[in-house]
């Protein structure tokens, strides 16, 4: 059995279009509404790129803590609870 066109068009073509079309807007009054969850990516995007460029050690805190440690004054009962407190903190 065959099935034969009853029109000459091919229903499936797509359709052409006439152009573009201008709005009837006046020059200079062009506009972009950005959604609140592009403007959260674009700030996320933003931040991560900051991180990615920012150096992985603190040069500036590494010189303070040397210089605390440096002093022995600074590394006292006080100080030693608190950074063994840290520590197990972080492990447990």
Same mark, same amino acid.
């Given at each position: ?37 592009? *403007? ?26 040397k ?7 600074? *590394?006292d ?8 407190d840290? *520590? ?5």
């Amino acid at each position: 059995m065959t099935i034969d066109r009853l029109n000459p068009l091919d229903p499936i073509q797509p359709k052409k279009t006439s152009g573009v079309s201008r709005s009837d807007k006046k020059p200079g009054s062009d506009s972009v509404n950005l959604s609140t969850e592009s *403007i959260a990516k674009a700030e996320l995007f933003k931040a991560l790129e900051l991180a990615k460029a920012a150096p992985d050690v603190r040069m500036d805190r590494v010189a303070e803590v040397k210089a605390k440690l440096e002093d022995p004054n600074y *590394i006292d009962d006080l100080v030693l609870g608190v950074t063994a407190d840290r *520590i197990l903190d972080q492990l447990l």
